[in-house]
């Protein structure tokens, strides 16, 4: 499975994007998604995560800013951030695991594509 992302770029603090992470190989229907986001020097940390039921949850820190969603028909999965801060700038790679994704490992990471908040 590829999984590869799109959508980042520059943004100024209070604005909106909309990131996707489109698979191909494998059908994601059955697998956990997850995105992930890494700032320079820092550790990779969890953003959100959808279960293959739709159940979402978040990190507390964009929790009522971004929302995940999944499109199995296009075994696509989407994050939309809104009100950005400088705060979120990082590079931001989606996940697939059969289980649950989790920051350690997961089945199949994307490249990421980078995210940069800035005035």
């Known amino acids: 499975v590829q999984l590869v992302e799109s959508g980042g770029g520059w943004v100024q603090p209070g604005g909106s994007l909309r990131l996707s992470c489109t698979a191909s190989?494998?059908?994601?229907?059955?697998?956990?998604l997850g995105w992930f986001r890494q700032a320079p020097g820092k550790e990779r940390e969890f953003v959100a995560a959808?279960?293959?039921?739709?159940?979402?949850t978040y990190r507390t820190s964009v929790t009522g800013r971004f929302t995940i969603s999944r499109d199995n028909a296009k075994n696509t999965l989407y994050l939309q951030m809104n009100n950005l801060k400088p705060e979120d700038t990082a590079v931001y790679s989606c996940?697939?695991?059969?289980?649950?994704?989790?920051?350690?490992?997961?089945?199949?990471w994307g490249q990421g594509t980078p995210v940069t908040v800035s005035s």
């Open positions: 959808i279960t293959r039921f739709a159940d979402a």
């Open positions: 190989g494998r059908t994601l229907e059955a697998y956990a």
């Open positions: 996940a697939a695991d059969r289980v649950a994704v989790s920051t350690v490992r997961n089945d199949y």
